[in-house]
């Protein structure tokens, strides 16, 4: 039996799409106990007890992005937990106003906000809550989830995918994220840490409406979870999806 403890991933959003599929494919393939961060904690609780039933390890956390006290006490839930460390975060969680029902009546400012308050705000907040968790990791990984959409390079081509349609609010927030990964690729370089953003690829979820076509979530979770997964002298500060390097 090994005698190498085992390791622990945080997934923001993780109790549907990509992030539910990341969770699975983290705890069945590679052994790693994940944590389901929900804002809806029975629903996380669920996806944590059938992974249970499968003799996988989870467990689930409230986490609710908008709500730094939340971030504050998941934390300490994982500090205690989890033996004082986390080896993985995956800042999964974020909304798409542009195609959310629930927006249609907001001013572009109002869309801004409620964008920004998850995928950047909070992304930045639960980051630096888990940093001292990751430092004390043999090698700790973050994986910021990101977008193709926020490539700066991508925004300047005629030909990319939802070049003609208005995700401004999306866009910038994916944009910002990716920023914010390169930044914490430096912060972490002392303790060995990888750091990297990735896009997932169009793939059928409820941020889009479940977008006919798209890619199942679990195609979508795949360069995650390689990602998440990286050994130490792995790759840092890079932003890709499953084909290769994406232009920032």
């Not at 953003?197 to 006919?212: D, L, Q």
Request: aromatic share 4%.
């Amino acid at each position: 039996m090994s005698s190498t403890p085992r390791q622990t991933v945080l997934i923001t959003g993780a109790n549907t799409g990509i992030g539910e599929a990341s969770a699975r494919a983290l705890a069945a393939k590679h052994a790693y106990h994940v944590i389901i961060g929900a804002r809806n904690l029975a629903a996380g609780r669920a996806v944590a007890s059938s992974l249970t039933a499968q003799g996988l390890h989870a467990s689930a956390v409230h986490l609710d992005l908008a709500d730094q006290a939340s971030i504050e006490a998941a934390a300490k839930t994982i500090e205690t937990d989890h033996g004082g460390k986390l080896d993985v975060l995956v800042n999964n969680a974020g909304v798409l106003t542009e195609t959310d029902p629930s927006a249609a009546g907001l001013t572009l400012r109002q869309r801004f906000e409620r964008t920004f308050v998850p995928n950047v705000f909070g992304a930045v907040c639960v980051t630096e809550a888990m940093l001292p968790l990751l430092r004390k990791a043999p090698v700790p990984r973050i994986v910021f989830v990101s977008s193709r959409m926020g490539s700066l390079a991508n925004a300047q081509d005629p030909g990319a995918a939802f070049h003609d349609d208005d995700f401004r609010s999306y866009d910038c927030s994916k944009a910002a994220l990716n920023l914010l990964a390169l930044n914490y690729a430096r912060m972490l370089r002392d303790a060995g840490g990888l750091v990297n953003a990735v896009c997932p690829g169009v793939v059928s979820t409820r941020i889009n409406g479940f977008m006919e076509g798209a890619a199942a979530v679990e195609t979508g979770a795949e360069r995650i979870v390689e990602m998440a997964t990286l050994g130490a002298g792995g790759p840092t500060g890079t932003f890709s999806d499953r084909k290769g390097e994406i232009a920032w």
